[in-house]
């Protein structure tokens, strides 16, 4: 069996997330962010979840377009995590790169517990066994209304099984996104996803540029 505990391999690279509900927009900031750090010399790893290897983007393309029951929705989550933890996410770390995800733990409780109604003990449980201690160093949440959510998801024609949901669910996940940044507030920082693009932008780089990781790349 794989090690993933944070203490067995130190990591030098920085782990940073983007969550949010459908349509808040992490695709575009995440580009704009690593350009950012590649142009001040940081090596920089972006992936998502689900997917972020061979075998994730299979399961995520069976998450997107299956029906299955809210079990095994959390299972398939964590199988492709677990993946991309280790082919992906720790080697990156381990080599001092940055990763940047769009998405991760935060959103299987967000989706899974909060709106599906999984229990948030077995996600937890889930998440130590694959995870170990590591946790993402910052998490950007898109703090967007449900309803302006819906509306972008619109716009982009067919939908898949997740944009598919009732605005219910939507306000489901984000009130879980709510609960998570008030219980770890050390590693959520919400951005109002309402702002221009400029404006987001503007915001994640100043919080970047105050992360001790970022401070300390020349040390």
């Known amino acids: 069996m794989e090690n993933t505990p944070q203490s067995q391999n130190p990591i030098r690279g920085?782990?940073?997330?983007?969550?949010?509900?459908?349509?808040?927009?992490?695709?575009?900031?995440?580009?704009?962010?690593?350009?950012?750090?590649?142009?001040?010399?940081?090596?920089?790893?972006?992936?998502?979840?689900?997917?972020?290897?061979?075998?994730?983007?299979?399961?995520?393309?069976?998450?997107?377009?299956?029906?299955?029951?809210?079990?095994?929705?959390?299972?398939?989550?964590?199988?492709a995590r677990a993946e991309h933890l280790q082919k992906v996410i720790l080697p990156a770390l381990v080599a001092g790169k940055w990763v940047l995800c769009d998405r991760f733990t935060e959103s299987s409780y967000a989706y899974q517990g909060y709106a599906r109604g999984l229990p948030l003990d077995d996600i937890e449980t889930l998440e130590t066994l694959v995870q170990g201690d590591l946790r993402p160093d910052c998490t950007f949440w898109f703090n967007l209304p449900v309803v302006e959510g819906m509306k972008r998801v619109q716009s982009r024609g067919k939908k898949d099984r997740f944009e598919a949901e009732n605005i219910q669910f939507f306000e489901q996940v984000a009130a879980g996104f709510a609960a998570l940044a008030k219980m770890r507030p050390e590693q959520f920082?919400?951005?109002?996803?309402?702002?221009?693009?400029?404006?987001?932008?503007?915001?994640?780089?100043?919080?970047?540029?105050?992360?001790?990781?970022?401070?300390?790349r020349s040390c």
């Open 14 to 79: 920085s782990f940073i997330t983007f969550e949010g509900t459908e349509g808040a927009g992490k695709s575009t900031q995440i580009a704009y962010v690593q350009h950012f750090l590649e142009a001040h010399g940081i090596e920089v790893v972006t992936t998502r979840e689900p997917g972020g290897t061979a075998l994730g983007e299979s399961v995520r393309e069976l998450l997107l377009t299956k029906e299955m029951s809210q079990m095994t929705e959390l299972l398939l989550m964590f199988a």
């Open 189 to 216: 920082y919400i951005i109002d996803a309402m702002q221009s693009i400029d404006q987001v932008t503007s915001e994640i780089l100043r919080k970047i540029e105050s992360l001790p990781a970022y401070q300390q």
